[in-house]
C-alpha cells in the first residue's frame, strides 16, 4: 500500500497502533480526570509521542501551554511531598 503524502508511517501500521493508542488514551484519561500527580510525567510524554506523530493536533501555542502546564503541576505535587 502506498503512504499517503506527508505520511512516516503505512496506513496498515498506524491500523496495529490504534489498539494500544486507544488503552494508552484511556488510562492517561483516568490519570487526568483522577489528578494522579503521580503519573503525569508519563501524562507528559504520551502528550509528546502523540504531538510528534500528529503535529497538527495542536498549534505551537497550544503545545507550549499545555506542556508547561503539566510541567508546573509535577513541580508543585513535588514541593508538597
Known amino acids: 500500500m502506498i503512504n499517503p503524502p506527508g505520511s512516516p ?3 496498515t ?3 496495529l497502533l490504534v489498539p494500544p493508542l486507544r488503552l494508552m488514551s484511556a488510562f492517561m484519561w483516568q490519570v ?3 489528578q494522579k500527580l503521580e503519573h503525569f510525567n508519563k501524562l507528559e ?3 509528546l509521542l502523540l504531538i510528534k ?3 497538527e493536533i495542536l498549534s505551537d501555542r497550544q503545545k507550549t501551554a499545555l506542556v508547561m ?3 508546573a ?3 508543585i505535587h ?3 511531598t
Open 69 to 71: 502546564g503539566l510541567r
Open 78 to 80: 513535588q514541593m508538597y
Open 53 to 55: 506523530m500528529f503535529p
Open 73 to 75: 503541576k509535577v513541580r
Open 9 to 11: 508511517l503505512p496506513l
Open 45 to 47: 510524554e504520551y502528550i
Open 32 to 34: 487526568v480526570k483522577q
Open 13 to 15: 501500521s498506524l491500523r
